[in-house]
């Protein structure tokens, strides 16, 4: 199953499922299936999917008018079985939570492999 965009009530056990998941920033954790914020709609892919997922920080410095601000944006990157990848937007500055998803999400799926790897190997 591809990456799918959520409508509210469209089938059950996945309406069941977004509803009672976890919120962490932009990205829910349902017991099956995973959802993230994208756009104006909320995008899901079945868990069984995912063959690795790693966690990206990408710094941001950037000049303002009240001077210079630093900070870091969260993102979980899954890559699915057909080789597909996405990048979850967790959100800006809430490392916390970005580590709180990343922990739930490990004991969570075990079958998944977790961390980046380099593919030269």
């Known amino acids: 199953m591809p990456v799918c965009i959520y409508k ?3 089938i059950t056990e996945v309406t069941q499922d977004f509803e009672h998941g976890s919120l962490y920033g932009k990205v829910k954790l349902g017991s099956d299936y995973i959802f993230w914020k994208k756009s104006f709609s909320w995008k899901y892919v079945d868990m ?13 410095d950037t000049k303002m008018c009240c001077g210079k601000v630093n900070f870091d944006i969260q993102k979980l990157v899954v890559e699915l079985k057909d080789d597909t990848s996405y990048e979850l937007l967790i959100g800006e500055g809430i490392s916390k939570e970005a580590e709180a998803l990343w922990a739930v999400f490990k004991e969570r799926r075990p ?3 977790f961390g980046k790897f380099d593919h030269s190997v």
Request: aromatic share 6%.
């Open 8 to 10: 509210k009530n469209q």
């Open 48 to 60: 069984d999917e995912i063959r690795r997922a790693y966690r990206r920080v990408e710094a941001v």
């Open 111 to 113: 079958g998944i492999l």
